[in-house]
């Protein structure tokens, strides 16, 4: 036993460095970058106490847009250690180490153990995965399923043991249950069963694949076809996005933006450059390394199909992320062997240096670039963040109405729509004021002068930075 573990040492204590990094500020507010994903499933977690655990409700009322399997984990951890920002977080995390491991025995399977402890470094440190994979949204869960499926499928494609296909059958469905997308990983592992080695033709395989594909389509779907059921108007806004159209010029532009700075800026400057450098080699071989190349450009699905939405949300590509670590690690495992008549020493101390250099540009990258976005831009205006609207959460105690305009400041109001309304723009406030049918007004942003003069027009004082009562 002792001796298996030190066999993969290396993974034990990437692993861990990849959850201390994480652990940077994980009990900050809810005003970092995407800071809407954040409140709003932190605000249908917070409603699970209210309303049941079968009836998801956020700022848009009862919502079954998205499946409630990640905000029921929020909900626990929220039950288990009370509803705190660190606690919101803690399932992100967990599936952050998972990811990091599921990579690593990916490399492992695909190549060798040297370009397993590349890649798993890489995902633990890239500055965007590690911000991402710990924020209170959907990325980090159903991208460590669909790494599980990846995985799994690849030992059946080795030995054909078949819980090795029934595993990689639930953690599909598991993937694509917390987020639809992630049937987008369907390309990597089809290339993955029909390359499978033995494979017969027969009935059984086609009935197996058939169950494979089926399998992950029931519980989303029955889920989905529960939302149409219920609230058809919110669920067909939710997939057709009527407001943001579909065009060439937006479509082209994202993939450049995504290309040319999202990308790049998640990944990190100096991982990114070295895989572009090394992308033609890897395509040189792309059947060596079809898998991880399938997985990785599968995800650019998703900004040409959704183009507007990426550019306000330019985190779609964040499993992508996982596949370039992978990339990288056979790379450099590729550049190790052709050093193989080397001195073994010089070899791994060069290594070392390497790790230690991209290590120090991840942390310079994710506090220049990530934790830029950590301080509540209005701090300069309150005590603490969000102080006004915890003022008034604790003022309220007869439940009067109040409006506000995103889901971060509702969290902290008390999250529920009954009592907490949401107007998501300045204007929005202001029509909301005018109506004066709110005691208390709580702007995050607040916007232009107007908000300030109707609400002092229509009789409401200041009683904190951003906040206003009804006389």
């Not at 848009?60 to 250690?81: C, K, Q």
């Not at 997939?239 to 790049?264: C, D, G, H, Q």
């Not at 080397?342 to 670039?369: D, F, G, P, Q």
């Not at 934790?371 to 300069?380: A, G, I, K, L, P």
Request: charged share 15%.
């Amino acid at each position: 036993m002792i001796e298996r573990v030190k066999g993969y040492k290396n993974i034990i204590l990437i692993t861990f460095l990849g959850i201390a990094l994480r652990l940077i500020d994980i009990a900050r507010p809810f005003s970092g970058l995407y800071k809407w994903n954040e409140g709003h499933y932190a605000v249908t977690a917070l409603n699970y106490f209210r309303y049941g655990l079968l009836i998801p409700v956020n700022e848009y009322g009862v919502d079954l847009t998205t499946t409630p399997f990640y905000t029921w984990m929020v909900y626990l951890s929220f039950r288990i250690f009370g509803p705190f920002e660190w606690a919101a977080r803690l399932p992100g995390l967990f599936f952050a180490a998972a990811s990091i491991v599921l990579v690593y025995f990916i490399a492992e399977e695909l190549y060798n153990r040297r370009a397993a402890t590349v890649a798993a470094f890489v995902a633990a440190s890239a500055p965007g995965i590690v911000y991402y994979s710990r924020n209170v949204q959907l990325e980090s869960p159903f991208t460590a399923f669909s790494l599980a499926a990846l995985l799994f499928l690849l030992y059946y494609r080795k030995n054909g043991e078949h819980r090795f296909f029934l595993s990689s059958a639930l953690s599909l469905s598991l993937a694509v249950f917390t987020k639809y997308v992630a049937i987008l990983t369907l390309p990597a592992l089809l290339w993955i069963w029909f390359e499978k080695e033995g494979r017969k033709d027969g009935k059984t395989e086609n009935r197996r694949l058939i169950t494979y594909l089926a399998l992950p389509l029931l519980p989303a779907g029955i889920w989905a076809g529960l939302a149409l059921l219920i609230s058809p108007g919110l669920t067909t806004w939710y997939v057709s996005k009527p407001e943001a159209p579909w065009n060439a010029a937006t479509m082209l532009f994202a993939l450049y933006s995504a290309l040319a700075n999202y990308i790049p800026q998640d990944m990190g400057n100096h991982y990114y450059y070295p895989f572009l450098i090394v992308l033609p080699l890897l395509l040189t071989k792309m059947r060596r390394h079809a898998v991880m190349l399938i997985y990785t450009a599968s995800w650019l699905t998703l900004i040409i199909a959704f183009p507007t939405f990426y550019l306000n949300n330019s985190y779609y590509h964040y499993p992508m992320l996982y596949g370039i670590a992978v990339l990288l690690g056979a790379a450099v495992a590729e550049v190790e062997t052709t050093l193989a008549g080397r001195e073994k020493t010089r070899v791994k101390s060069a290594l070392a240096l390497v790790a230690v250099i991209m290590l120090v540009l991840s942390v310079h990258s994710y506090n220049t670039v990530f934790r830029s976005y950590y301080t509540d831009f209005s701090e300069t205006t309150e005590p603490t963040p969000f102080y006004s609207a915890r003022l008034v959460a604790a003022q309220n105690t007869g439940k009067d109405f109040v409006v506000t305009d995103l889901p971060m400041s509702m969290f902290y109001l008390g999250g529920d729509p009954a009592q907490v309304k949401l107007a998501y723009t300045t204007q929005g406030l202001i029509t909301a004021t005018k109506s004066e049918r709110y005691t208390y007004v709580v702007p995050y942003y607040m916007g232009n002068y107007t908000l300030k003069s109707v609400l002092e027009e229509h009789g409401y004082t200041q009683i904190a930075p951003r906040a206003w009562k009804k006389k």
